[in-house]
């Protein structure tokens, strides 16, 4: 579970939280691995102002310590309408970052604010990235995991992405 400056480690069995990692910014989507035991999240600090970041993390959950950051760029403050590299509203995508079933849960993909980054969580590595004429705001995958699927409604367009092999 994530928020404003936190991401918190829950036991389901019984809804209890067991570990607290502090983060700089506001979580604005998520994602888990089991394969890798890691959690994908992308982060926003200073969201509303004109010297907004943004980066796309891994987070390993045995150890609660970042394994990664890709991505990192600066954004416009958030817009309504999300066009010309703005953030759009993190209500708006919480299907912005995404795990592969394939590979052992090795691959995710998360949204950036000009397009999106695939990244290797065995790996700890970035694999692509490439940029889209607005912000994405949904991520999915085909059933085999060869393909992610891009959801550009500002622009009412989806790309497909072959995943590397």
Known sequence: MGGSGYLKKLDLSTFTVTATQTVTGTVSSLAASNGQKELVYTLVNNCCTGSSTYAANELNLTSMSTTGTYAHT?????????????LPNPATIPHASAVSTQFANGMAASAT?????????ANHKQIMSGTTPTPVRGIASDGKNSVIYLSLPDSNEYLTVPMPQ
């Open 74 to 86: 600066t954004a416009s403050p958030y817009a309504a309408y999300t066009m010309g590299g703005t």
């Open 113 to 121: 604010p000009n397009g999106f980054v695939v990244y290797d969580l």
